[in-house]
């Protein structure tokens, strides 16, 4: 158990430290001005600036055509193990088969694929996921353990059909979600 806090650790910091790098990094600041800009995104909340520097950070490409984390990776001394599990990241709608006290044991919409999942803050926080309901979530592995990263949505388990639309979206974004665990 200690091996998956230091991991949720190590996740968690290396996360903190990227966050940090593009408030100091001129380029990559500007960089991401350019982003809200071009997007017309409008940041009215902090967890709307959390949720746009996640998505930015790890699926969004540079002016220059470089993803994020790669500029991030070649100009930082972080972990390169962590890197590599971040640059793999990917997300998925996912529905809670079962509910144990530190993770979830989930099945994956698009390749049926079944795993276990965990959360990177306690599970007391999240009460509101229920067994049987969908999960849009992203996915991180590290040392053969998978983490939830990020949850974006909670679906009903009483709306299939909305879980299947966006796992379709999902899908089309990463195709990896397809053969992921087959």
Known sequence: MSAVIDSVNLIGKTMDDMLDFIAKDDALAHDFEQYLEKNKIELVSERDFNNIMIEYLLDMKMQSGLRVLEYYSRNSNSDKKIINSLLNSFCA????????????EVTCLTSNAKTTLIPMVKMTHLKQIG???YIKARIIELDGVEYI????????E???????VEAIKYMLINP????YKN
């Open 176 to 179: 990896k979600t397809a053969y």
């Open 93 to 104: 709608v996912f529905q809670v088969d079962k509910i144990q006290s530190n993770a979830y």
């Open 131 to 133: 067994r049987y309901d």
């Open 158 to 164: 009483y709306n299939p059909y909305k879980a299947t």
């Open 149 to 156: 990263l990020e949850i974006y949505d909670i679906i009903s």
